[in-house]
């Protein structure tokens, strides 16, 4: 049984912010494109060009992003009862992590990367794999992702991290 309810109780997730980590439901779609969308372009576009950045948005409509919870453990990070971070699981690929702008560097994105951990191992997975973007690179490597190589669509970069999983 997937654990519904985590909850963000500590100094390293903000001081005051209290929260919490769950599944996402179809009824979060509008609210976790909304994050995407935001991060994206306050946050990635320092690294990414406009027309990159206008690529990238048009996977993350609301229809596109209740279609990923259909086929991905998707986790919402909500905060004061709002959903402000976004991370999910496909086999053992970690996909569309992503955390408001306005509470970025809170700990948030950790969090959500330790639910896909526990996940992960609870489905007996034994690396994880993450497609970064040039912004989250950095966060990755300080959670113990490895750079393997880079991709590449059209001019998109991407950088390919795995990370082993301890016993």
Same mark, same amino acid.
Request: overall charge neutral.
């Given at each position: #049984? %997937?654990?519904?309810?985590?909850? @963000?109780? &500590?100094?390293? @997730?903000?001081?005051?912010? /209290?929260?919490?980590?769950? +599944?996402?439901? !179809?009824?979060?779609? !509008? ?5 995407? +969308?935001?991060? +994206? ?18 996977? $993350?409509? %609301?229809? *596109? ?10 986790? =919402? ?5 709002? =959903? !402000?971070?976004?991370? *999910?699981? !496909?086999?053992?690929? =970690? &996909?569309?992590?992503?955390?408001? %702008? ?10 959500? #990367? ?6 992960? &191992? ?7 794999? =993450? %497609? ?6 950095? $966060?990755?490597? &300080?959670?113990? $992702? ?6 590449? /669509? ?6 390919? #991290? ?6």
């Amino acid at each position: #049984m %997937p654990r519904l309810w985590r909850r @963000c109780r &500590r100094q390293g @997730c903000g001081g005051a912010i /209290h929260g919490l980590i769950r +599944l996402a439901r !179809d009824d979060d779609a !509008d609210d976790i494109s909304g994050v995407i +969308l935001r991060a +994206l372009r306050e946050t990635n576009a320092k690294d990414y060009t406009d027309e990159i950045i206008e690529r990238v948005e048009r996977s $993350f409509s %609301p229809d *596109a992003v209740r279609e990923l919870i259909a086929n991905r453990t998707v986790f =919402v990070a909500i905060l004061g009862g709002r =959903v !402000d971070g976004t991370a *999910a699981l !496909d086999g053992s690929v =970690v &996909r569309t992590v992503f955390v408001a %702008p306005g509470v970025q560097a809170r700990g948030i994105g950790k969090l959500l #990367m330790a639910e896909i951990e526990r996940t992960a &191992r609870d489905r007996d997975i034994s690396a994880l794999t =993450v %497609p970064s973007s040039i912004t989250a690179e950095a $966060f990755y490597a &300080r959670l113990g $992702f490895n750079a393997v190589r880079d991709s590449y /669509h059209g001019d998109e970069r991407t950088i390919i #991290m795995e990370r082993w999983l301890a016993e």
